[in-house]
């Protein structure tokens, strides 16, 4: 494994999971593996997710009597494994690295492909949306999950350009935003980036994926089994603070984007440690996609699961 596939925040997330011989963990979403492949060096069994068929290179050599590779969602994880079955559970949230990268993937507004960003090998493309979604739903998509504050004029501007032309190509898209927004002006952030990311969440259903997941997580673990959650921007991040605060009889007090939670359920897990853990100025210096990175934590507490007790 070459070092530009080493996971972030891999030593922070390996003392939270405490992995140990004999113990089964699940990798939901595998990648190149690295944190398989830590796993694994520490005696533990592994069952891996990852939705994209490209992961499956990544498993080669892996030790088949403890380790296997699932072309799955991993918020079908609980399924797989049953209830109350594994001893932790890690999630590494929204695309990788390898995927930016791959400039036919169509992930990347900073490499031109085709307008695609789908993580599994089916249903409706970028290009699909962004050609055929109704201008109203692409402005609510870029607004809510890119925090683009100019969501209703590039959504405006999308739907006249695609009458003429329909929308093929990522640099054909990135540029055509950072026309419609007027250009850099010596902004460090490409003006498509949030545009970018709305787009790639909704057509993976990531924030959907990712709350079915933590709850499959709940299901699965075992009493004092660890979850791990590695998150790199807001929305996802607040997701798992919420999700695990609630779980942890810890209710937050609401905002906007997350309404009051009450009940009266028992906690179904314990915090591992305050707050979210950020990567260190060495991992920051050999790898700046770090910088927004977050680790939460818990061990799940001996209570029923919320969604059977609901």
Request: glycine share 8%; aromatic share 6%; hydrophobic share 45%.
């Amino acid at each position: 494994m070459s070092a530009a596939h080493v996971p972030v925040l891999l030593a922070e997330v390996v003392d939270a999971l405490q992995p140990r011989a004999g113990e089964t963990i699940v990798d939901g979403t595998f990648g190149a593996g690295g944190y398989s492949r830590a796993l694994l060096a520490a005696g533990s069994s592994i069952i891996a997710f990852d939705r994209d068929p490209g992961a499956a290179q990544f498993a080669q050599g892996l030790p088949a009597d403890r380790f296997r590779l699932l072309e799955r969602r991993f918020s079908e994880l609980d399924a797989v494994t049953g209830p109350g079955a594994v001893d932790g559970v890690v999630l590494d949230i929204g695309v990788s690295s390898m995927q930016l990268d791959q400039a036919e993937r169509g992930f990347s507004f900073m490499r031109d492909g085709p307008l695609d960003m789908r993580m599994a090998a089916d249903g409706p493309t970028a290009a699909d949306l962004v050609n055929a979604a109704e201008p109203a739903e692409i402005a609510r998509i870029l607004y809510v999950y890119g925090e683009e504050r100019e969501s209703r004029r590039i959504a405006r501007a999308i739907a006249r350009r695609r009458e003429e032309q329909p929308f093929t190509r990522t640099l054909e898209l990135a540029e055509f935003i950072e026309k419609t927004l007027g250009g850099r002006r010596g902004a460090k952030v490409h003006p498509a980036t949030r545009s970018f990311q709305a787009i790639r969440i909704a057509v993976n259903e990531e924030l959907a994926e990712l709350e079915a997941g933590l709850v499959a997580a709940e299901s699965a673990l075992k009493v004092g089994g660890r979850l791990c959650v590695v998150t790199f921007h807001s929305l996802e991040d607040r997701i798992v603070k919420t999700f695990l605060a609630v779980r942890a009889g810890k209710t937050p007090g609401g905002s906007r984007h997350a309404p009051p939670v009450e009940t009266t359920a028992a906690p179904s897990f314990q915090l591992s440690f305050n707050g979210a853990r950020t990567a260190s100025a060495a991992e920051l210096a050999a790898n700046p996609r770090a910088r927004s990175a977050k680790l939460r934590a818990a061990v799940r507490a001996d209570a029923p699961v919320w969604r059977a007790a609901a």
